[in-house]
C-alpha cells in the first residue's frame, strides 16, 4: 500500500508540474502561446525549412477597450484569434503583445500557408473586426528574428493603410467617451 500510494503522489506530481509547464507558455485568455513562448523560440539558433511567419495585429482594441470595456477588447481578440486557430495549430500561434499575433508556420508550403492566412482573412471579414497583416515566406532561412521583424514592417504598412481607408475608425482612444459594455 505504501508504494502504491508513493507511485501514486509521483504521477500526481509530474502532471502537475507538465499542467504548470504548459500554462507557462500558453496565453490564459486565448490558449495560444504567449510572450514567453515567443521569447523562447526566438533564443533558438537553428535552420527553418519551408517556412511561413505571419504578423497580425487587431485593429481599433484601445478604442474598443475605452469605449466598451474591457470584455469587449477580449470579443475582438478572440475572433481575431478564432480567424487564426481554425486555419492553423494553436502551437503555431504566439500572442506577443496585447493585440498582437505571429504565426509560425515550419514546413509548410508556400501556396497552403497563404491559403490558411486568406482564410482566415475572409473569416475575419465576416465579423465586425479586422486586423493588419504581414506575412513573409521562405524556402529556407537561420534568421527567424530578422524574418519576424521583416512581416512586422509588412504588417505596420498595412495598418498604416487600413487607418488611411478606414479614419472614421482610429478617433483618438484617449478622448472617446465610455458607452458601457456591449
Same mark, same amino acid.
Given at each position: /500500500?505504501?508504494?502504491?500510494?508513493?507511485?501514486?503522489?509521483? %504521477? $500526481?506530481?509530474?502532471?502537475?508540474?507538465?499542467?504548470?509547464?504548459? !500554462?507557462?507558455? =500558453?496565453?490564459?485568455?486565448? $490558449?495560444?502561446?504567449?510572450?514567453?513562448? %515567443?521569447?523562447?523560440?526566438?533564443?533558438?539558433?537553428?535552420?527553418?525549412?519551408?517556412?511561413?511567419?505571419?504578423?497580425?495585429?487587431?485593429?481599433?482594441?484601445?478604442?474598443?477597450?475605452?469605449?466598451?470595456?474591457?470584455?469587449?477588447?477580449?470579443?475582438?481578440?478572440?475572433?481575431?484569434? @478564432?480567424?487564426? =486557430? /481554425?486555419?492553423? @495549430?494553436?502551437?503555431?500561434?504566439?500572442?506577443?503583445?496585447? /493585440?498582437? %499575433?505571429?504565426?509560425?508556420?515550419?514546413?509548410? &508550403?508556400?501556396?497552403?500557408?497563404?491559403?490558411?492566412?486568406?482564410?482566415?482573412?475572409?473569416?475575419?471579414?465576416?465579423?465586425?473586426? &479586422?486586423?493588419?497583416?504581414?506575412?513573409?515566406?521562405? *524556402? @529556407?532561412?537561420?534568421?527567424? &528574428?530578422?524574418?519576424?521583424?521583416? =512581416?512586422?514592417?509588412?504588417?505596420?504598412? &498595412?495598418? !498604416? @493603410?487600413?487607418? *488611411?481607408?478606414?479614419?472614421? !475608425?482610429?478617433?483618438?482612444?484617449?478622448?472617446?467617451?465610455?458607452?458601457?459594455?456591449?
Amino acid at each position: /500500500d505504501l508504494l502504491a500510494s508513493i507511485l501514486r503522489n509521483i %504521477f $500526481k506530481n509530474k502532471a502537475l508540474i507538465e499542467k504548470v509547464e504548459r !500554462e507557462k507558455y =500558453t496565453d490564459s485568455l486565448l $490558449k495560444v502561446k504567449n510572450r514567453y513562448a %515567443f521569447d523562447k523560440l526566438l533564443a533558438n539558433t537553428c535552420s527553418y525549412n519551408n517556412l511561413g511567419v505571419a504578423f497580425v495585429d487587431a485593429n481599433g482594441l484601445g478604442v474598443i477597450n475605452n469605449m466598451y470595456g474591457y470584455r469587449a477588447g477580449d470579443e475582438l481578440l478572440k475572433t481575431v484569434t @478564432k480567424s487564426l =486557430t /481554425d486555419n492553423f @495549430k494553436s502551437e503555431d500561434i504566439y500572442r506577443i503583445g496585447g /493585440d498582437e %499575433f505571429v504565426v509560425i508556420c515550419l514546413n509548410i &508550403s508556400k501556396d497552403l500557408f497563404y491559403e490558411k492566412l486568406t482564410n482566415g482573412y475572409v473569416y475575419l471579414n465576416t465579423t465586425p473586426y &479586422s486586423a493588419s497583416y504581414g506575412a513573409s515566406y521562405r *524556402e @529556407k532561412t537561420s534568421n527567424l &528574428s530578422e524574418l519576424i521583424k521583416e =512581416t512586422s514592417i509588412m504588417m505596420k504598412k &498595412s495598418k !498604416e @493603410k487600413y487607418r *488611411e481607408e478606414h479614419p472614421e !475608425e482610429y478617433v483618438d482612444k484617449y478622448k472617446v467617451k465610455y458607452k458601457g459594455e456591449v
